[in-house]
């Protein structure tokens, strides 16, 4: 074998791989598009559902100076998605949706221990629940304070898909407690089951 049909042979080895690599990207993109639409779906017929029954959440916030402290129930929701266009053809790029949970009464705290009251006070700035601050008299006519606070919560997320690697990225903002949570799902392994695992995260 000459030097040509030597460089002929390496040239076709390169060709074979580059259309290996290209058809597994295509695939990759396919397939996290096709994940993404069916979270797409099911998140969006989940809120519709919440939206009519309007459920409370399991979940309790600590208030210094109080303790847990539950009773929010679902308020509203939004949800929407961007998409890219990749040879000629649309594909989802990322579903930002949003969750709003609110108390539907005022938490109501009085004390006359201004050291009690100042770490509730602390605790509600803390957490940018909204209050009013009054001072009263109480039963026994001494001087107190009273606190009347707005109890919600917003969780924010984000699903960005990730063709390159074939996996749905996670950004979840208030999801399980204040912060950030970042976490990646491969696209296999988004079916029903996991949807649902999902919901009862996002409803509990």
Same mark, same amino acid.
């Not at 290209?22 to 695939?27: A, F, K, N, S």
């Not at 040879?87 to 969750?99: H, Q, R, T």
């Given at each position: 074998?000459?030097? *040509?049909? /030597? !460089?002929? @042979? %390496?040239? +076709? ?29 099911? *998140?969006? /017929? !989940?809120? @519709? %559902?919440? +939206? ?153």
């Amino acid at each position: 074998m000459g030097l *040509l049909d /030597d !460089l002929k @042979k %390496q040239a +076709a080895e390169v060709r074979s791989q580059q259309v290996d690599e290209g058809e597994v990207r295509r695939q990759n993109i396919r397939q996290v598009d096709q994940k993404m639409r069916q979270t797409f779906q099911y *998140l969006n /017929d !989940l809120f @519709k %559902q919440l +939206a009519v029954l309007k459920p409370e959440t399991g979940e309790k916030v600590f208030i210094s100076g109080i303790g847990q402290v539950g009773g929010m129930k679902f308020a509203d929701s939004f949800i929407d998605y961007r998409t890219k266009r990749v040879d000629e053809v649309d594909y989802f790029d990322y579903i930002n949706f949003y969750l709003r949970w609110q108390r539907p009464d005022k938490l109501v705290f009085e004390s006359d221990m201004l050291g009690t009251v100042a770490k509730v006070r602390d605790t509600l700035t803390e957490m940018r629940f909204k209050f009013t601050e009054e001072s009263v008299k109480n039963e026994r006519g001494h001087a107190a304070v009273r606190l009347s606070a707005d109890l919600g919560k917003v969780a924010n997320i984000t699903i960005k898909a990730s063709s390159a690697d074939g996996k749905l990225l996670f950004d979840a903002n208030n999801l399980t407690g204040p912060g950030m949570i970042r976490y990646a799902v491969p696209a296999t392994a988004v079916d029903e089951a996991l949807l649902e695992s999902f919901a009862e995260l996002l409803v509990d």
